[in-house]
């Protein structure tokens, strides 16, 4: 994501996943992520606590929305909690209008318990709902002493119990071929599916280390990209938003 104000509304919001798990997907406007520990991560600068402002930004990016995969994916950088009463209303309109089977949400660890009646409300309505959670690594201790991840959980099984997919970030100093494999096939035999992402440089103190990132593309690019069930963002705006 650009490192723009939480007013700046010059970021892709609407854009088409045209490979693999083919879906439209949209960048959405919520209250922030409430967590906002992460040492890595910014993506809380796009954010406002004016519900209405947020409402009216995203009705305008939802208008692009054609369900033409049945598929749609809503991130907001945060969590779906963080979304408007509104919002989530019109997405749930919106998916029943255009014929979209299946939706794809964000959440923190934090917010799990409030992942079961998202997916009874969209059930109601012959819509199952997929839900993504950021680990970024299955050690346990680099992510919570390093990345600071608030997921008191160290089974991956039993995070996967309330999530369907995964983000896994790489590049990161300390970071190893072996530990991203790991990481990668733990994923695998977890969630769904896994969403790799590489670190870009952004306005945290956590910098991309480049020799990580070299031998992932050397060693590990080359047996997952073309996998169905491992999406590669070598750049954080690889899905088209941001």
């Known amino acids: 994501m650009k490192n723009d104000s939480a007013k700046n509304n ?11 798990n083919k879906r439209e997907i949209v960048l959405l406007r919520g209250s922030g992520c409430k967590w906002r520990r992460c040492t890595f991560c910014d993506y809380h600068l796009d954010s406002n606590p004016d519900e209405n402002s947020n409402f ?11 369900g033409k995969y049945g598929k749609l994916e809503v991130i907001n950088s945060g969590s779906f909690v963080d979304l408007d009463s509104q919002t989530v209303k019109l997405l749930l309109d919106i998916c029943i209008a255009k014929k979209i089977s299946v939706i794809h949400f964000e959440c923190h660890w934090m917010h799990k318990d409030m992942t079961p009646p998202l997916r ?8 199952q709902v997929k839900i993504k959670i950021g680990v970024e690594t299955f050690d346990s201790t680099y992510r919570e002493q390093v990345l600071r991840k ?4 160290s089974d991956p099984a039993k995070i996967a119990a309330f999530f369907d997919e995964v983000c896994l970030l790489f590049g990161l100093k300390g970071q190893t071929l072996s530990s991203m494999s790991y990481d990668i096939e733990t994923g695998l035999a977890c969630f769904e599916r896994v969403c ?9 103190n956590v910098k991309p280390d480049q020799s990580v990132i070299d031998r992932f593309m050397e060693e590990l690019y080359p047996v997952y990209k073309e996998h169905a069930r491992v999406d590669i963002l070598l750049c954080n705006t690889d899905f088209g938003v941001g």
């Not at 009216?56 to 054609?66: R, Y």
């Not at 790799?196 to 945290?204: D, F, L, P, S, V």
């Open 10 to 20: 010059s970021l892709v919001r609407y854009a088409e996943i045209t490979e693999k």
């Open 56 to 66: 009216a930004l995203n009705q305008a990016v939802l208008q692009h929305v054609t």
């Open 120 to 127: 009874k409300t969209f059930a109601a309505h012959g819509i």
């Open 150 to 153: 608030g997921i008191n959980e």
């Open 196 to 204: 790799i992402n590489i670190m870009t440089e952004n306005t945290t």
